[in-house]
């Protein structure tokens, strides 16, 4: 059963109570209006009776008992005296009028005279008139509270459902700021602790998504970093059984190879040498993924740094097809390791030119108080579904046999260690920018 509103209840005991109050007041009125005009009647009764006393003991003395049958025909005539009756002491009725009736109370007042008791005239009055007067004054005065009472009660209940009944239900509607001055103090302090406590909910909500989203980014690290640790594990095992036997296959492939006048069996030399420098190569990103050094803090001037790394691959990259240029917005100093950084930026620098990029400029700024080098290509840009993945071991885009996916996840690392960041901040057709941001780390502007 769905449970009744607080306007239901609030009007039903209102209608109960001023129905009984009604009703009450109407009893009330009823009782006292027939009590007043009983005591009029009665004493108007006994003034009639003591007044016709004091004629009858004249006409007693007299002896002229003509003048009260009609003094007692008179006080019939008049209303609101049912029957009157003087009786000489003697017992002989000397005026009789009207029919005496045994449910009405008879009034009885003695004739004296000279301290004699001569008779006594018997008075009953007629309550019916008064009974009917006293029904007409209560029927419009209970007419009169009934209007009275309505317009009252809709008044009441009008202030109370704009006072209480409106509060709470924009209360309900959860909306507790919403409650107007005009409500009660208590509505109010109501609608001021809702309001603190959704305030509260939404920081706590807040601070779980935060939590979680932490969570999610501290398990993504965990499995990168799980990763990694089992490529440390198959590193080291790769490493102590294929090194020497791919320095011994490259050995004596070279040796063959100055040996060799064949053109044909040259370049399957050449192809052989290739394959084994290759695999090498990646033995030794195992090897760096499992086993990176300490990293080494020092003040460095990046620009400086990266001016030096230019020099250094220039000559691969002009071999490649590829300008490399430095552009430095900003000069300082900060705290970081010039190997890692010199790793990170050969990685960076080698990607981009698989990618096919033409130009590659190394940038040197301030970005919100905070060092920056960033790597800008114009190559081919990162396809969207390995954007969100891009730092995580085994993810590449190179085709099957050409990388390991171990780069950039090496790279982050090595950043991490030494107290920066690397992201990927742009990555388009004809345009992708990585950053590398030395976080809180102070230093001048030029």
Same mark, same amino acid.
């Given at each position: 059963?769905?449970?009744?509103?607080?306007?239901?209840?609030?009007?039903?005991?209102?209608?109960?109570?001023?129905?009984? %109050?009604?009703?009450?007041?109407?009893?009330?009125?009823?009782?006292?209006?027939?009590?007043?005009?009983?005591?009029?009647?009665?004493?108007?009764?006994?003034?009639?009776?003591?007044?016709?006393?004091?004629?009858?003991?004249?006409?007693?003395?007299?002896?002229?008992?003509?003048? %009260?049958?009609?003094?007692?025909?008179?006080? /019939?005539?008049?209303?609101? $005296?049912?029957?009157? @009756?003087?009786?000489?002491?003697?017992?002989?009725?000397?005026?009789?009028?009207?029919?005496?009736?045994?449910?009405?109370?008879?009034?009885?007042?003695?004739?004296?005279?000279?301290?004699?008791?001569?008779?006594?005239?018997?008075?009953?009055?007629?309550?019916?008139?008064?009974?009917?007067?006293?029904?007409?004054?209560?029927?419009?005065?209970?007419?009169?509270?009934?209007?009275?009472?309505?317009?009252?009660?809709?008044?009441?209940?009008?202030?109370? $459902?704009?006072?209480?009944?409106?509060?709470?239900?924009?209360?309900?509607?959860?909306?507790?700021?919403?409650?107007?001055?005009?409500?009660?103090?208590?509505?109010?302090?109501?609608?001021?602790?809702?309001?603190?406590?959704?305030?509260?909910?939404?920081?706590?909500?807040?601070?779980?998504?935060?939590?979680?989203?932490?969570?999610?980014?501290?398990?993504?690290?965990?499995?990168?970093?799980?990763?990694?640790?089992?490529?440390?594990?198959?590193?080291?095992?790769?490493?102590?059984?294929?090194? /020497?036997?791919?320095?011994?296959?490259?050995?004596?492939?070279?040796?063959?190879? /100055?040996?060799?006048?064949?053109?044909? %069996?040259?370049?399957?030399?050449?192809?052989?040498?290739?394959?084994?420098?290759?695999?090498?190569?990646?033995?030794?990103?195992?090897?760096?993924?499992?086993?990176?050094?300490?990293?080494?803090?020092?003040?460095?001037?990046?620009?400086?740094?990266?001016?030096?790394?230019?020099?250094?691959?220039?000559?691969?990259?002009?071999?490649?097809?590829?300008?490399?240029?430095?552009?430095?917005?900003?000069?300082?100093?900060?705290?970081?390791?010039?190997?890692?950084?010199?790793?990170?930026?050969?990685?960076?620098?080698?990607?981009?030119?698989?990618?096919?990029?033409?130009?590659?400029?190394?940038? $040197?700024?301030?970005? @919100?108080?905070?060092? $920056?080098?960033?790597?800008?290509?114009?190559?081919?840009?990162?396809?969207?579904?390995?954007?969100?993945?891009?730092?995580?071991?085994?993810?590449?885009?190179?085709?099957?046999?050409?990388?390991?996916?171990?780069?950039?996840?090496?790279?982050?690392?090595?950043?991490?260690?030494?107290?920066?960041?690397?992201?990927?901040? @742009?990555?388009?057709?004809?345009?992708?920018?990585?950053?590398?941001?030395?976080?809180?780390?102070?230093?001048?502007?030029?």
């Amino acid at each position: 059963m769905k449970p009744r509103s607080l306007n239901f209840w609030l009007t039903t005991y209102l209608g109960a109570a001023w129905l009984v %109050l009604l009703f009450g007041l109407g009893l009330a009125l009823w009782q006292s209006v027939n009590q007043i005009l009983e005591r009029l009647l009665a004493e108007r009764s006994r003034a009639l009776a003591t007044q016709l006393a004091t004629v009858s003991a004249d006409a007693v003395l007299l002896r002229d008992y003509g003048i %009260l049958e009609r003094s007692v025909q008179d006080l /019939t005539d008049i209303g609101g $005296v049912s029957h009157v @009756e003087i009786r000489r002491s003697d017992g002989a009725i000397l005026g009789r009028a009207g029919t005496p009736r045994p449910d009405i109370t008879m009034l009885r007042v003695p004739i004296v005279a000279a301290g004699e008791r001569l008779g006594e005239v018997a008075v009953q009055y007629d309550s019916g008139p008064s009974r009917t007067a006293a029904w007409q004054l209560t029927a419009l005065v209970a007419v009169v509270l009934a209007l009275f009472s309505v317009f009252a009660f809709w008044a009441l209940r009008r202030l109370l $459902v704009a006072r209480l009944i409106t509060p709470v239900r924009t209360l309900l509607a959860v909306e507790p700021q919403a409650v107007g001055g005009g409500a009660p103090a208590e509505v109010l302090e109501l609608g001021a602790a809702l309001n603190d406590l959704q305030a509260r909910l939404n920081a706590k909500i807040s601070a779980l998504d935060d939590a979680a989203q932490e969570r999610n980014e501290a398990l993504r690290r965990l499995c990168s970093e799980q990763r990694l640790a089992t490529v440390g594990q198959m590193a080291g095992e790769v490493a102590h059984e294929l090194n /020497t036997p791919l320095s011994n296959i490259l050995v004596y492939a070279q040796m063959v190879q /100055t040996r060799c006048d064949d053109p044909a %069996l040259r370049r399957d030399l050449e192809t052989i040498v290739d394959q084994t420098r290759r695999a090498g190569q990646i033995v030794r990103d195992m090897l760096g993924a499992a086993r990176a050094p300490a990293p080494v803090s020092q003040e460095l001037d990046l620009a400086a740094l990266a001016e030096g790394f230019r020099r250094l691959f220039n000559p691969l990259a002009r071999k490649q097809g590829v300008e490399l240029a430095v552009l430095a917005e900003a000069a300082g100093s900060c705290l970081a390791d010039a190997s890692r950084i010199e790793q990170i930026l050969f990685n960076l620098v080698s990607n981009a030119v698989q990618a096919g990029a033409r130009k590659v400029v190394l940038m $040197v700024r301030h970005v @919100e108080d905070a060092h $920056v080098l960033e790597v800008v290509d114009d190559g081919a840009g990162l396809p969207e579904w390995v954007r969100a993945h891009l730092f995580e071991p085994f993810v590449t885009t190179k085709p099957a046999g050409q990388g390991t996916g171990l780069g950039l996840a090496i790279c982050q690392r090595l950043a991490r260690e030494m107290g920066a960041e690397l992201t990927l901040t @742009e990555s388009g057709q004809g345009r992708t920018v990585f950053r590398l941001t030395f976080a809180g780390q102070g230093g001048g502007r030029a």
